[in-house]
């Protein structure tokens, strides 16, 4: 059974709106902080050494997200991710996020594709890295 990752997101006054929820694109924000936690905490990569020392980067090229209920300031979330796929050069993830009630907030796709930063073109993603990667992918 594949591990998935868990992480608790504090809402703070700066995701918020004039409205008093979350403007959307925080959530965006938000998913890139849990990969960059993922790789960092599960995987033993921090963006510093895969972006500053390796020359690797991990954009996103895909997002897909729904969203059930607004959050407000001060709310704890639960984040999940998990691997739905491992390609040559790229991941996908399910993302989601719940409230102290555990309702679901909302619910997302994300693919990231492991690139070379001097050349900008995908590469493969390396085998120590994929070797971490696969514990959380249930095929």
């Not at 995701?15 to 790789?39: Q, S, T």
């Amino acid at each position: 059974m594949a591990e998935i990752y868990r992480s608790e997101i504090l809402i703070r006054f700066s995701h918020c709106d004039p409205a008093g929820i979350v403007f959307f694109p925080r959530y965006l924000e938000m998913f890139n902080d849990i990969v960059e936690d993922w790789c960092r905490e599960e995987l033993g990569f921090n963006f510093a050494e895969i972006h500053l020392k390796r020359g690797w980067g991990i954009p996103t090229v895909h997002l897909d997200v729904d969203f059930f209920v607004p959050s407000t300031l001060g709310d704890r979330l639960t984040a999940t991710l998990r691997v739905n796929k491992i390609g040559r050069s790229s991941i996908g993830f399910d993302i989601a996020m719940c409230g102290a009630d555990g309702a679901e907030r909302l619910r997302g796709k994300q693919v990231v594709v492991f690139i070379d930063a001097a050349t900008k073109k995908s590469a493969p993603i390396p085998d120590a890295m994929r070797a971490q990667i696969a514990r959380f992918y249930d095929a």
